[in-house]
């Protein structure tokens, strides 16, 4: 079945830097790959979600890459804020063939002001 | 959590009781799971369902029962509770949507 790595386990940054989280999978076939937010005490929210056939998408301050060849794939937050403080977590899955969601362990992510 | 509802929010149990958690979506997806997130293990499947009428186990099936009454729910049943299954349960719905999770105690 699939598994997915993802690194760091812990990131802090300041204020205004940007920050990378990456996951790696091991199913090539998976084709969906989402990336979620939790705040502490909430259930986690997708944030930005990208599929197989494109390479990066963007959403104002958030970004997520894909590397098929390489599996693996990336979430890039630029000009950060402290409400970007969070734990994100990083999933894939094979939509469509009956398949199971698998996450990442989860990146705390701490932004100091 | 827009669309997801789960009940009950909070339980305690003592150990060998049992109880059902809920999950109920208003969005007409197909695909549901069941995870629990417990410290410092992330999220691991307990079951999920593909579409109405199939159910497969995931990761941490043992101790739970699971039913897809219909499309719209998509219950957990702990038949006999234990101490291991302290956690944090969240139903999720096709693959974005999570409930606002559940939060069991057993003693």
């Known amino acids: 079945g699939e598994n997915v790595e993802q690194h760091p386990s812990t990131l802090s940054v300041q204020e205004g830097d940007s920050a990378v989280i990456k996951c790696t999978y091991s199913?090539?076939?998976?084709?969906?790959f989402p990336w979620y937010k939790q705040e502490l005490g909430k259930g986690p929210q997708l944030i930005i979600d990208?599929?197989?056939?494109?390479g990066e998408k963007k959403d104002q301050r958030i970004a997520v890459t894909l590397n098929k060849t390489a599996k693996h794939f990336s979430l890039h937050i630029t000009e950060t804020q402290p409400e970007d403080s969070a734990v994100y977590f990083c999933?894939?899955?094979?939509?469509?063939?009956?398949?199971?969601?698998?996450f990442g362990a989860g990146t705390i992510l701490r932004v100091k002001s | 959590n827009a669309g997801v509802t789960q009940t009950p929010k909070f339980q305690v149990l003592k150990t060998g009781q049992s109880m059902t958690l809920q999950c109920a979506q208003d969005?007409?997806?197909?695909?549901m799971y069941w995870y629990r997130q417990d410290p410092g293990m992330g999220l691991r499947l307990i079951y999920y369902?593909?579409?109405?009428?199939?159910?497969d186990k995931g990761e941490v099936p043992n101790g739970y029962n699971v039913s897809r009454l219909n499309k719209r729910e998509f219950s957990l049943r702990l038949e006999s509770a234990a101490p291991s299954q302290t956690s944090v349960y969240f139903c999720?719905?096709?693959?974005?949507?999570f409930g606002p999770g559940t939060r069991l105690t057993v003693l």
């Open positions: 969005m007409n997806h197909n695909s």
């Open positions: 199913d090539s076939a998976s084709n969906y």
């Open positions: 369902s593909a579409s109405e009428g199939t159910t």
């Open positions: 999720v719905i096709n693959e974005q949507f």
């Open positions: 990208i599929r197989s056939n494109v």
């Open positions: 999933a894939a899955i094979k939509v469509f063939d009956r398949d199971e969601l698998v």
